[in-house]
């Protein structure tokens, strides 16, 4: 079954310190990989995709995300973390049937 | 300018009515999208439409349904409502169907059944 996993609830940094989201995907053929960040009561807001090319891939708000095809992984990364990303994270994959899988969600706290 | 504009942003009403909720995006997308959010903020897809034409349509009770007048509106019309339904509510649009393209959302509609 094609899934993505999120395997933290949450995640929780000091302001300037690097941050790393972990998502892993199983999906047929070659994946198509989003992140999306949801602040409390709007709407999911696209950061970065991966479709080809390079592993590494740069969004939105100095988010990055890297791709490793071996173990079935795209990390979001930010070098330096901002109160003001704290917010939900999700990650995404495209499925069969034009169908986009979205992970479970991480809740990022960033604390001062 | 709002890319994609769902309404009532809040919906509380009881069980067995019926509702609607509108969703309408100037983006100019082909494929426009339901969502819907539980408590534990798991999204889940319903349904979707390309050019007025369903392509998606998730398990979901035929209590839901889906009406596109043109492909920038895509409207959710829910009978007989239950309490099981509560939920946020997400429109979203992309610019076209084969998914590459990254999905555009409102902000929600968030129902409660009493």
């Known amino acids: 079954a094609q899934s993505v996993a999120q395997p933290e609830d949450q995640v929780n940094v000091a302001e300037g310190n690097p941050l790393t989201v972990k998502c892993t995907y199983s999906?047929?053929?070659?994946?198509?990989l989003f992140w999306y960040v949801q602040y409390p009561n709007r709407g999911l807001q696209f950061l970065l995709k991966?479709?080809?090319?390079?592993?590494l891939v740069k969004g939105s708000y100095g988010f990055e995300a890297e791709f490793n095809k071996s173990q079935t992984s795209f990390h979001l990364k930010k070098p330096s973390a901002l109160v003001s990303d704290s917010a939900l994270y999700f990650c995404a994959a495209l499925g069969g049937g034009f169908k986009t899988i979205f992970g479970a969600g991480t809740r990022l706290f960033v604390k001062a | 300018d709002t890319a994609v504009s769902q309404t009532p942003k809040y919906l509380v009403t009881q069980m067995g009515n019926d509702k609607s909720i509108k969703c309408e995006q100037n983006?100019?997308?082909?494929?426009m999208y339901w969502y819907k959010q539980d408590s534990k903020k798991f999204l889940k897809i319903m349904f979707s439409?390309?050019?007025?034409?369903?392509?998606i349509n998730e398990t979901v009770p035929n209590r839901f349904s889906p009406k596109s007048p043109d492909k920038a509106h895509l409207n959710l019309h829910i009978n007989s409502l239950e309490l099981g339904d509560s939920a946020v509510y997400f429109c979203?649009?992309?610019?076209?169907?084969?998914?590459?393209?990254?999905?555009?959302f409102g902000d929600g509609t968030r129902l409660s059944i009493l």
């Open positions: 439409y390309n050019n007025k034409e369903l392509i």
């Open positions: 999906v047929s053929g070659n994946p198509y």
């Open positions: 983006l100019g997308h082909d494929t």
């Open positions: 991966y479709i080809t090319g390079d592993n």
């Open positions: 979203a649009s992309s610019q076209d169907v084969q998914g590459d393209q990254p999905q555009h």
